[in-house]
C-alpha cells in the first residue's frame, strides 16, 4: 500500500555468532560448574530456612544497617526463601543461556482467517441445524424459551435480597436524643462544661446502659468531638450559637463527605481537617466547608448541661451524619 | 536404549494411547518464542499470581475471616487484652505466633503489589509497541479486565485483615456504594448486611477475594495464555523479521528453562522484599473502629489515583426534590474511571477506526514511528500520574515541606494541564526521533573524529550505519491519512459528514510522520 | 480554672494578675519543686525567679513583651503555665530561629537550669499548667501500653499518624513525630496544647491516661523492625514506592540479563 517508493532491503537475519561455550570446551565446562553452583546457593539457601525455622527463636533480634534491629527469624527465614528460589532460577536461566541451543529458529505464522470453503460449510451446517431445530419457524418455542431464560436470570437477584435489611430510616438516625450524656471515648466518662479548658477538644460518644455493648456500626454514626473555644470566636447565627454551652461546640466526627473520622482540629486556626480527603471545615462557622471535596459542613450537635452539670445532647442530630445518600434532603 | 528411556517410552505410550497426546506435544514443543526483556512483564504478572495463590492458601489455614468480637491474647504486647474482630486477631496470631507467617503474610502482600505494578507494565508495553492491533484485540480487553478484576481483588485483600487502615478504606467503599442515585443506601445494606461496618462484609469479601475472583482470574489469564500461543508471540521489528515469520528460541528446552527460571526468579525476588521489608504493618495500625483515623490514611499503589482523584475533586453535590446526587464521590469515584477504563479497552477499535487498517500485524511498531499513539499513552499516563501524586499529597507534603493545599491546587490545575501538555511535548519528540533517524540513515553514525578540510574547514567524519541498522530504522510502514471525500463518486453528499470529517481529522493526525529515508534518497546522496 | 483560662487572654487583667501572681509566690512553692522532684527553699526560689527573669528579659520580651503581654508577632505568656515554657524552651522551639508556618522542634539553646529558671519565673507571675514532677512521670508503673494504644488512635493519630511519625495539616503545617520526645514533654503537649495541638483536658483524659498513652508512644519507639525495614511507618505510600524501584527494578534487571545473548 504504502511502499509504492522502493524501500531499503531487508538483509536478512544476520549470521549466527557463536558463543565461546559452543567452540571452548573450557568455556562450556566453566559455564557447566557456574550453574551448579548457583543450584548449590539455591540447596544452601533451603538449609537456610530450614535452620531458622527450627533454631532461631521468633524473639530474637539482630542489627542490619539499613533495616535496622529486626527480628532474626523472619529475616533469616525469608532471605533463605528467597536464595532457595533466586538462585535455582539464576541457574536454569544461566543453563539455557549458555549451553543449551542458542541458534535463532525461524517458523511461519499461520493466517487466522478460515478457508472460504470451511466458511461456507459452518454456514450450511449452522443453517441446517438451526432449520432442523425449527428455530425460524416455532416462533411459540422461541418466545416461551426467552421468556424463561430472561426470568431464571431474575432467580439469583431474588435469592439475593436477604443479604440485609432495608435501610429504613437507619441512615437518618443515631442514638443521640434529648438528654443523652455525652462520655469519653474511651473511659466512658461523663463530661461537665468545666473539664475543657479553652482550646481543648474531646472525642465522645453517646452513654449507653452500664455492661450494653457498643455496636460499632453505632460508634460509626454517634462519634461526637467536642471543642471549646471562647465563646466570642464563633461566628454563628442565633440558633447555632444557642447549640453551643459556654464555648463548647459539638460536631458529628463522620465525615460528610465520605466518613472517615474528622478529628484534627488545628487550635490556632480553629479548623478541622480530615486525614482521608482533606476536607477543612471552620469551626467557628458551624463547620462551613472552607477546602476540599465536601460539600456540606459537618452536623453539629445541639448540647446543653443537664442539673448535675454534665454535658447532654439538647436534642437529637437535626440532619443525618456522614456521607451522603440518595435519600438525603439536603 | 537405558533403563530410564525405557521406562519413559512406556509412560508416553501408554498417555499417548489415550490422548493421542504426541502429536500435539511434538507441534508445540518446537513452538518458537521471540526474546525481549519487555516480552517477560506479563510474565512477571503471571508469576506473581501463582505466587499469591500459592501463599495466599497458606494465609487461609489460619486467617479466620469473622467480624465477631474477640479479646486480643496473642504475644504482641501492646495489643493485648483489646476488643478486636477475629479476622484482625487471627491475622495477627498469623503475624506472631505462626513461624513464617508474618513471611507469607509479606510476601503475598508484596507478591500483589508487584502483581498489578507488572500488569501495569506489561499494559505499557502492549500499548506502546501496538502489540493490541489485530489480532490481538480480544486479548487486549481481556488485559483491561485483568487489571480492573486486580485493583478490585487486591483492595478486598487490604481489607480482610480488619485493622483501622483497612477499614478506612472499607468506610469509603461504602460511601462510594451509598452515594449512587436510587439504588446507593439499598445496595451498600445488602452488601454490608445492615448499616456500616455490621458484621457480614468480611465473611462476604472473603469468599469473593479467596474463591470467586481468584477463578475469573484463573479463567481469564487460561484464555489470555492460550491466545497468545495460539496467535505467536509478535515481535520486534528487525533484519529477517517479518509479519509472516517469528524469529526465536524454542519452547524446549531453551524457553522452558528461562521460563521455568525466571518463575522462581520472581518468587525469589518476592521473599526477599517479604524478608527485609515490612508491609502492611496491621499491629502498629490496630483494629478498625469507626471512631479512630491514622493521618496519612492511603490505600494501596493501584488505587492510590483514585484516591487522588477524590481528593481534588470539587465540592460539588445537587440536591433536587428531596433527593442527593454527590457529584464529589461519582464523578471521582465511578465517572471518570468509567470512561478512562472503557476508552482503554475501546483503543484498538478506535484506533483501526482513525486509520482504517483493518490488516493484521505481528510486528511491532516503534513508539516513536506511532506518534499520536505515543503521546496519547503518555498523556494518560500523566493524567494518572497526577492523580496519583495527590492520592500521597500529605505524605509528600510533609516529607518535602510543603503544603497540602498547594499539591491539591497543583494537581487541580495539572491534571487539566499537564496531559495535554504531555500530549504535545511527546509527540514533538516522537517526531525529532524520526528526523533523527532519517539524518542517521542518510549520513551515517557521527564519528567524533574531525578532519580538517584542504580549505581549512573542520568536519566531523561519519560512519555509514550497518545494513542491519538502516532496515531497522526504516522498515516501518507509512501510511497516508485516509481519503475521506464528503461528497461521493456520483457527486451526493455522503451521510454522517460530521463523523467522516473528525474521522479525517483524526486519522491525518494519525499520520503525521518524517518521511523515511528510501532506496532513492540513499542512491541520490551517493551519487552526490 | 476555666474561667481563668477563659479571662487570661484579656488585656485588662493582665497586670491585675501580674500583681495577684507576685502576691502569691509565696504560695506556688510546689511549682519550681515540680520541675527539679526536690523542695527548693525560698531564696533559691527567688534567686531562680531573678536568674529566669534576666534570661526573659535578654531572649524573650523582644516578642513576648516586658510583661509577657505579647506582640504582634507572639502570644502573651500570661498564664500559660510553666509546662508550656518547660515544653517550648526544652524542645528548643524557642526562642523562634525562623518565623515559617511552623516552629520546629531543634537543639535546645538553653540548659537545663535556664529552661527551669525560665519556667519558675513565667510561672511566677501568673498561674497555669504545672511542669509534672517524675514521681507522676513514672509510665511504666502508672500506665498500660494497650489502653495507651486504644486512646492514641483515638486521639492523636489522626494528626501523629498511626506509629507517632507525625502527619501533615493545612497550608503547610504539620504535626510532627512524636518519636523521641521526652515524658515530660509529651505529658506536658497534652495539658498546654502548643501551637496548632489542642488541648487535652484532664478530665477527659485523666493523668493515669496520660501515662498510659506516653507509654504506648515509648513502646512504639523501642519496638524493633518486627517485618524488616520499616519503610517509615507511614503506611502505603512509601510500600508502593518501593514496589516500583526495588521490585520492579530487580525484576526487570533479571529481565534484561535473560534477554541477553550470552557471549
Given at each position: 500500500?504504502?511502499?509504492?517508493?522502493?524501500?531499503?532491503?531487508?538483509?536478512?537475519l544476520?549470521?549466527?555468532?557463536?558463543?565461546r561455550?559452543?567452540?571452548?570446551?573450557?568455556?562450556?565446562?566453566?559455564a557447566e560448574?557456574?550453574?551448579?553452583?548457583?543450584f548449590?546457593?539455591?540447596?544452601?539457601g533451603t538449609l537456610?530456612?530450614?535452620?531458622s525455622?527450627f533454631?532461631i527463636?521468633?524473639?530474637?533480634?539482630?542489627?542490619?544497617p539499613?533495616?535496622g534491629n529486626?527480628?532474626?527469624h523472619?529475616?533469616f527465614?525469608g532471605?533463605?526463601?528467597?536464595a532457595?528460589?533466586f538462585f535455582i532460577?539464576m541457574?536454569?536461566?544461566h543453563?539455557?543461556k549458555?549451553l543449551m541451543?542458542?541458534e535463532e529458529?525461524i517458523?511461519?505464522r499461520?493466517?487466522?482467517r478460515?478457508?472460504d470453503?470451511?466458511r461456507?460449510?459452518?454456514?450450511?451446517?449452522?443453517?441446517?441445524?438451526?432449520?432442523?431445530?425449527?428455530?425460524?419457524?416455532?416462533s411459540l418455542?422461541?418466545r416461551?424459551?426467552?421468556?424463561?431464560?430472561g426470568?431464571v436470570g431474575?432467580?439469583?437477584?431474588?435469592?439475593?435480597?436477604?443479604l440485609g435489611?432495608?435501610?429504613?430510616?437507619?441512615?437518618k438516625k443515631?442514638s443521640?436524643k434529648?438528654?443523652?450524656?455525652?462520655?469519653?471515648?474511651p473511659?466512658d466518662?461523663?463530661?461537665?462544661?468545666?473539664d475543657?479548658?479553652?482550646?481543648?477538644?474531646?472525642?465522645?460518644?453517646?452513654?449507653?446502659?452500664?455492661g450494653?455493648?457498643?455496636k460499632l456500626?453505632?460508634?460509626?454514626?454517634?462519634?461526637?468531638?467536642?471543642i471549646?473555644?471562647?465563646?466570642?470566636?464563633?461566628?454563628l447565627d442565633?440558633?447555632?450559637l444557642?447549640?453551643?454551652?459556654e464555648?463548647?461546640i459539638?460536631?458529628?466526627k463522620i465525615?460528610?463527605h465520605m466518613?472517615?473520622a474528622?478529628?484534627?482540629?488545628?487550635?490556632q486556626?480553629?479548623h478541622?481537617?480530615?486525614p482521608?480527603?482533606q476536607s477543612?471545615?471552620?469551626?467557628?462557622r458551624?463547620?462551613?466547608?472552607i477546602f476540599?471535596?465536601s460539600?456540606?459542613?459537618?452536623?453539629?450537635l445541639?448540647?446543653?448541661?443537664?442539673?448535675?452539670?454534665?454535658?447532654i445532647a439538647?436534642q437529637?442530630?437535626?440532619e443525618?451524619v456522614g456521607?451522603s445518600?440518595w435519600e438525603?434532603?439536603? | 536404549?537405558?533403563?530410564?528411556?525405557?521406562?519413559?517410552g512406556?509412560?508416553?505410550?501408554?498417555v499417548?494411547?489415550?490422548t493421542?497426546?504426541?502429536?500435539w506435544?511434538k507441534k508445540?514443543l518446537?513452538?518458537?518464542?521471540?526474546?525481549?526483556w519487555?516480552?517477560?512483564?506479563g510474565?512477571i504478572?503471571?508469576?506473581?499470581f501463582?505466587?499469591?495463590?500459592?501463599?495466599?492458601?497458606?494465609?487461609?489455614?489460619?486467617?479466620?475471616?469473622?467480624?465477631?468480637?474477640?479479646?486480643y491474647?496473642g504475644s504482641?504486647?501492646p495489643?493485648?487484652?483489646?476488643?478486636?474482630?477475629?479476622?484482625?486477631a487471627?491475622t495477627l496470631?498469623i503475624?506472631?505466633?505462626?513461624?513464617g507467617g508474618?513471611l507469607m503474610?509479606q510476601?503475598h502482600?508484596w507478591?500483589?503489589?508487584?502483581?498489578?505494578a507488572a500488569?501495569?507494565?506489561?499494559?505499557m508495553?502492549?500499548y506502546?509497541?501496538g502489540?493490541?492491533?489485530?489480532p490481538?484485540?480480544?486479548?487486549?480487553?481481556?488485559?483491561?479486565?485483568?487489571?480492573?478484576?486486580?485493583?478490585?481483588?487486591?483492595f478486598l485483600?487490604?481489607?480482610l485483615p480488619?485493622?483501622?487502615l483497612?477499614?478506612?478504606g472499607?468506610?469509603i467503599?461504602?460511601?462510594?456504594i451509598?452515594a449512587?442515585?436510587?439504588?446507593g443506601?439499598?445496595l451498600?445494606f445488602?452488601?454490608?448486611g445492615?448499616?456500616?461496618p455490621?458484621?457480614?462484609?468480611i465473611?462476604r469479601?472473603?469468599?469473593v477475594?479467596v474463591?470467586l475472583?481468584?477463578g475469573?482470574f484463573?479463567?481469564?489469564?487460561?484464555?489470555h495464555l492460550?491466545?497468545?500461543?495460539?496467535?505467536?508471540?509478535t515481535q520486534?521489528?528487525?533484519?529477517?523479521r517479518?509479519?509472516?515469520?517469528?524469529?526465536?528460541?524454542?519452547?524446549?528446552?531453551?524457553?522452558?528453562?528461562?521460563?521455568?527460571?525466571?518463575f522462581?526468579?520472581?518468587f525469589?525476588?518476592?521473599?526477599?522484599l517479604?524478608?527485609?521489608?515490612?508491609?502492611?504493618p496491621?499491629?502498629?495500625y490496630?483494629?478498625?473502629?469507626?471512631?479512630?483515623?491514622?493521618?496519612?490514611?492511603?490505600p494501596d499503589w493501584?488505587?492510590?489515583w483514585?484516591?487522588?482523584?477524590?481528593?481534588?475533586?470539587?465540592?460539588?453535590e445537587t440536591?433536587?426534590f428531596?433527593?442527593?446526587?454527590?457529584?464529589?464521590?461519582l464523578?471521582?469515584?465511578?465517572?471518570?474511571?468509567?470512561?478512562?477504563?472503557?476508552?482503554?479497552a475501546?483503543?484498538?477499535?478506535?484506533?483501526s477506526w482513525?486509520?482504517?487498517?483493518?490488516?493484521e500485524?505481528h510486528?511491532l511498531d516503534?513508539?516513536?514511528n506511532?506518534?499520536?499513539?505515543t503521546?496519547?499513552?503518555?498523556?494518560?499516563?500523566t493524567?494518572?500520574?497526577v492523580a496519583?501524586?495527590?492520592?500521597g499529597?500529605?505524605?509528600?507534603a510533609?516529607?518535602?515541606?510543603?503544603?497540602?493545599?498547594?499539591i491539591?491546587?497543583?494537581?487541580r490545575?495539572?491534571?487539566?494541564?499537564?496531559p495535554p501538555?504531555?500530549?504535545v511535548?511527546?509527540?514533538r519528540l516522537?517526531?525529532?526521533l524520526?528526523?533523527?533517524?532519517?539524518?542517521?540513515?542518510?549520513?551515517?553514525?557521527e564519528?567524533?573524529?574531525?578532519?580538517?578540510?584542504?580549505?581549512?574547514?573542520f568536519v566531523?567524519?561519519?560512519?555509514?550505519?550497518?545494513?542491519e541498522k538502516?532496515?531497522?530504522?526504516?522498515?516501518?510502514?507509512q501510511?497516508?491519512?485516509?481519503?475521506?471525500?464528503?461528497?461521493?463518486?456520483?457527486?451526493?453528499r455522503r451521510?454522517g459528514?460530521?463523523?467522516?470529517?473528525?474521522?479525517?481529522r483524526?486519522?491525518?493526525a494519525?499520520?503525521?510522520a518524517?518521511p523515511k529515508?528510501t532506496a532513492?534518497d540513499?542512491?541520490?546522496i551517493?551519487?552526490? | 480554672?476555666?474561667?481563668l483560662?477563659?479571662f487570661?487572654?484579656?488585656r485588662i487583667?493582665?497586670p491585675?494578675l501580674?500583681?495577684l501572681?507576685?502576691?502569691?509566690i509565696g504560695?506556688?512553692?510546689?511549682?519550681?519543686?515540680?520541675a527539679t522532684?526536690e523542695?527548693?527553699t525560698?531564696a533559691?526560689?527567688?534567686?531562680l525567679?531573678?536568674?529566669g527573669?534576666r534570661?526573659?528579659?535578654?531572649?524573650?520580651s523582644?516578642?513576648?513583651?516586658?510583661?509577657?503581654?505579647g506582640?504582634a508577632?507572639?502570644?502573651a505568656?500570661?498564664?500559660?503555665g510553666?509546662?508550656?515554657?518547660d515544653f517550648?524552651?526544652?524542645?528548643?522551639?524557642?526562642?523562634?530561629?525562623?518565623?515559617?508556618?511552623?516552629?520546629?522542634?531543634?537543639?535546645?539553646?538553653y540548659n537545663?537550669?535556664?529552661?527551669?529558671?525560665?519556667?519558675?519565673?513565667?510561672?511566677?507571675?501568673?498561674?497555669?499548667p504545672e511542669i509534672p514532677?517524675e514521681e507522676?512521670?513514672n509510665?511504666?508503673r502508672d500506665?498500660s501500653t494497650?489502653?495507651?494504644?486504644?486512646?492514641?488512635r483515638?486521639n492523636?493519630?489522626?494528626?501523629?499518624n498511626?506509629?507517632?511519625?507525625?502527619g501533615a495539616?493545612?497550608?503547610g503545617?504539620y504535626?510532627?513525630?512524636?518519636?523521641?520526645?521526652?515524658?515530660?514533654?509529651i505529658?506536658?503537649v497534652m495539658?498546654?496544647?502548643?501551637?496548632?495541638m489542642?488541648v487535652?483536658s484532664?478530665?477527659?483524659?485523666?493523668p493515669?491516661?496520660k501515662?498510659?498513652?506516653?507509654?504506648w508512644?515509648?513502646?512504639?519507639?523501642?519496638?524493633?523492625?518486627?517485618?524488616g525495614?520499616?519503610?517509615?511507618?507511614v503506611?502505603?505510600?512509601?510500600?508502593g514506592?518501593l514496589?516500583?524501584?526495588?521490585g520492579?527494578?530487580?525484576l526487570v534487571g533479571?529481565?534484561?540479563?535473560?534477554a541477553?545473548?550470552?557471549?
Amino acid at each position: 500500500m504504502s511502499n509504492e517508493i522502493e524501500a531499503i532491503k531487508d538483509p536478512g537475519l544476520p549470521a549466527h555468532v557463536h558463543r565461546r561455550a559452543d567452540t571452548d570446551p573450557k568455556a562450556a565446562l566453566k559455564a557447566e560448574r557456574q550453574v551448579a553452583i548457583l543450584f548449590l546457593l539455591s540447596a544452601l539457601g533451603t538449609l537456610t530456612l530450614i535452620g531458622s525455622y527450627f533454631f532461631i527463636p521468633q524473639d530474637a533480634f539482630i542489627f542490619f544497617p539499613v533495616l535496622g534491629n529486626t527480628n532474626a527469624h523472619q529475616l533469616f527465614l525469608g532471605l533463605g526463601m528467597a536464595a532457595s528460589l533466586f538462585f535455582i532460577g539464576m541457574g536454569a536461566i544461566h543453563w539455557a543461556k549458555t549451553l543449551m541451543p542458542d541458534e535463532e529458529v525461524i517458523i511461519q505464522r499461520h493466517e487466522f482467517r478460515s478457508e472460504d470453503e470451511d466458511r461456507a460449510d459452518l454456514i450450511a451446517t449452522a443453517k441446517a441445524g438451526a432449520a432442523a431445530a425449527g428455530l425460524g419457524r416455532r416462533s411459540l418455542i422461541k418466545r416461551s424459551l426467552a421468556l424463561s431464560l430472561g426470568l431464571v436470570g431474575l432467580s439469583p437477584l431474588i435469592l439475593l435480597r436477604d443479604l440485609g435489611p432495608l435501610p429504613g430510616d437507619e441512615l437518618k438516625k443515631t442514638s443521640w436524643k434529648a438528654g443523652t450524656r455525652l462520655v469519653t471515648d474511651p473511659g466512658d466518662r461523663p463530661i461537665r462544661a468545666d473539664d475543657l479548658e479553652v482550646g481543648a477538644v474531646a472525642q465522645t460518644l453517646p452513654q449507653i446502659g452500664e455492661g450494653v455493648h457498643r455496636k460499632l456500626s453505632d460508634i460509626g454514626k454517634d462519634a461526637v468531638l467536642l471543642i471549646r473555644l471562647r465563646p466570642e470566636e464563633f461566628n454563628l447565627d442565633a440558633e447555632r450559637l444557642s447549640w453551643t454551652h459556654e464555648g463548647i461546640i459539638a460536631f458529628s466526627k463522620i465525615c460528610s463527605h465520605m466518613g472517615c473520622a474528622v478529628a484534627l482540629y488545628e487550635q490556632q486556626t480553629k479548623h478541622l481537617l480530615c486525614p482521608c480527603h482533606q476536607s477543612t471545615f471552620d469551626v467557628t462557622r458551624a463547620a462551613k466547608v472552607i477546602f476540599g471535596p465536601s460539600a456540606r459542613p459537618l452536623p453539629q450537635l445541639a448540647i446543653t448541661v443537664d442539673s448535675e452539670g454534665y454535658l447532654i445532647a439538647k436534642q437529637p442530630f437535626s440532619e443525618p451524619v456522614g456521607p451522603s445518600f440518595w435519600e438525603r434532603s439536603s | 536404549m537405558t533403563a530410564s528411556e525405557r521406562i519413559a517410552g512406556t509412560v508416553a505410550n501408554y498417555v499417548d494411547e489415550r490422548t493421542g497426546a504426541a502429536k500435539w506435544m511434538k507441534k508445540n514443543l518446537t513452538k518458537v518464542f521471540p526474546d525481549h526483556w519487555s516480552f517477560l512483564l506479563g510474565e512477571i504478572a503471571l508469576y506473581s499470581f501463582v505466587i499469591l495463590l500459592l501463599s495466599g492458601t497458606f494465609l487461609t489455614f489460619w486467617f479466620d475471616p469473622s467480624q465477631r468480637e474477640v479479646i486480643y491474647d496473642g504475644s504482641y504486647a501492646p495489643l493485648k487484652g483489646l476488643e478486636m474482630s477475629a479476622a484482625y486477631a487471627s491475622t495477627l496470631d498469623i503475624s506472631f505466633e505462626i513461624r513464617g507467617g508474618l513471611l507469607m503474610r509479606q510476601i503475598h502482600h508484596w507478591a500483589a503489589l508487584i502483581f498489578m505494578a507488572a500488569i501495569v507494565v506489561h499494559l505499557m508495553r502492549v500499548y506502546f509497541t501496538g502489540a493490541f492491533r489485530k489480532p490481538r484485540e480480544f486479548n487486549w480487553i481481556i488485559g483491561v479486565g485483568l487489571l480492573t478484576l486486580g485493583i478490585v481483588e487486591g483492595f478486598l485483600g487490604y481489607s480482610l485483615p480488619d485493622d483501622l487502615l483497612s477499614g478506612t478504606g472499607i468506610r469509603i467503599a461504602e460511601a462510594i456504594i451509598q452515594a449512587l442515585p436510587v439504588v446507593g443506601s439499598y445496595l451498600a445494606f445488602f452488601t454490608f448486611g445492615g448499616a456500616f461496618p455490621g458484621e457480614a462484609f468480611i465473611p462476604r469479601i472473603y469468599t469473593v477475594h479467596v474463591l470467586l475472583l481468584p477463578g475469573a482470574f484463573l479463567a481469564l489469564i487460561t484464555v489470555h495464555l492460550m491466545l497468545v500461543w495460539y496467535q505467536k508471540h509478535t515481535q520486534y521489528p528487525g533484519p529477517g523479521r517479518t509479519e509472516k515469520n517469528v524469529v526465536g528460541y524454542p519452547l524446549f528446552p531453551v524457553y522452558m528453562a528461562k521460563a521455568g527460571g525466571f518463575f522462581f526468579i520472581v518468587f525469589g525476588v518476592t521473599a526477599f522484599l517479604g524478608a527485609v521489608a515490612s508491609i502492611n504493618p496491621i499491629w502498629l495500625y490496630g483494629p478498625y473502629t469507626p471512631g479512630q483515623i491514622s493521618a496519612g490514611s492511603q490505600p494501596d499503589w493501584y488505587m492510590g489515583w483514585l484516591d487522588g482523584l477524590v481528593r481534588m475533586a470539587p465540592p460539588l453535590e445537587t440536591y433536587l426534590f428531596g433527593r442527593t446526587i454527590s457529584w464529589n464521590i461519582l464523578i471521582p469515584g465511578l465517572i471518570v474511571p468509567g470512561i478512562l477504563f472503557t476508552g482503554m479497552a475501546l483503543y484498538p477499535f478506535i484506533e483501526s477506526w482513525m486509520t482504517g487498517d483493518k490488516r493484521e500485524h505481528h510486528l511491532l511498531d516503534r513508539p516513536r514511528n506511532a506518534p499520536n499513539r505515543t503521546a496519547l499513552g503518555v498523556m494518560s499516563l500523566t493524567f494518572m500520574l497526577v492523580a496519583l501524586i495527590n492520592g500521597g499529597n500529605d505524605i509528600i507534603a510533609i516529607t518535602f515541606d510543603l503544603s497540602i493545599n498547594q499539591i491539591m491546587w497543583f494537581s487541580r490545575i495539572g491534571i487539566f494541564v499537564l496531559p495535554p501538555l504531555a500530549f504535545v511535548i511527546t509527540k514533538r519528540l516522537c517526531l525529532s526521533l524520526q528526523r533523527a533517524d532519517r539524518d542517521l540513515v542518510l549520513h551515517g553514525r557521527e564519528t567524533g573524529r574531525l578532519v580538517m578540510m584542504p580549505h581549512g574547514e573542520f568536519v566531523e567524519v561519519h560512519e555509514p550505519i550497518s545494513p542491519e541498522k538502516a532496515w531497522l530504522l526504516t522498515q516501518h510502514e507509512q501510511n497516508p491519512p485516509l481519503a475521506l471525500e464528503e461528497i461521493d463518486l456520483r457527486g451526493v453528499r455522503r451521510p454522517g459528514v460530521l463523523k467522516n470529517k473528525l474521522r479525517a481529522r483524526l486519522s491525518k493526525a494519525h499520520a503525521v510522520a518524517i518521511p523515511k529515508v528510501t532506496a532513492e534518497d540513499l542512491k541520490a546522496i551517493e551519487n552526490h | 480554672m476555666k474561667r481563668l483560662s477563659q479571662f487570661r487572654r484579656h488585656r485588662i487583667v493582665a497586670p491585675l494578675l501580674l500583681v495577684l501572681a507576685l502576691l502569691s509566690i509565696g504560695t506556688t512553692f510546689s511549682i519550681a519543686g515540680a520541675a527539679t522532684g526536690e523542695p527548693i527553699t525560698a531564696a533559691e526560689r527567688s534567686a531562680l525567679i531573678d536568674e529566669g527573669q534576666r534570661i526573659f528579659l535578654k531572649g524573650c520580651s523582644s516578642c513576648h513583651g516586658i510583661n509577657l503581654e505579647g506582640s504582634a508577632i507572639a502570644p502573651a505568656l500570661i498564664g500559660v503555665g510553666a509546662a508550656s515554657v518547660d515544653f517550648q524552651v526544652g524542645t528548643g522551639r524557642m526562642p523562634v530561629a525562623d518565623m515559617s508556618v511552623q516552629i520546629a522542634r531543634k537543639d535546645p539553646v538553653y540548659n537545663e537550669k535556664q529552661v527551669e529558671a525560665l519556667a519558675v519565673y513565667v510561672a511566677s507571675l501568673a498561674l497555669g499548667p504545672e511542669i509534672p514532677g517524675e514521681e507522676h512521670l513514672n509510665y511504666e508503673r502508672d500506665g498500660s501500653t494497650a489502653e495507651g494504644g486504644e486512646l492514641f488512635r483515638t486521639n492523636c493519630a489522626m494528626c501523629h499518624n498511626f506509629a507517632g511519625q507525625g502527619g501533615a495539616l493545612t497550608q503547610g503545617k504539620y504535626a510532627p513525630t512524636v518519636m523521641g520526645v521526652k515524658a515530660r514533654h509529651i505529658y506536658e503537649v497534652m495539658v498546654t496544647g502548643p501551637q496548632s495541638m489542642p488541648v487535652f483536658s484532664d478530665k477527659t483524659i485523666t493523668p493515669e491516661e496520660k501515662l498510659s498513652i506516653i507509654k504506648w508512644i515509648k513502646a512504639a519507639e523501642a519496638e524493633p523492625q518486627l517485618g524488616g525495614a520499616s519503610l517509615g511507618r507511614v503506611g502505603p505510600v512509601t510500600e508502593g514506592l518501593l514496589v516500583w524501584t526495588l521490585g520492579l527494578g530487580l525484576l526487570v534487571g533479571v529481565a534484561v540479563w535473560l534477554a541477553m545473548k550470552a557471549r
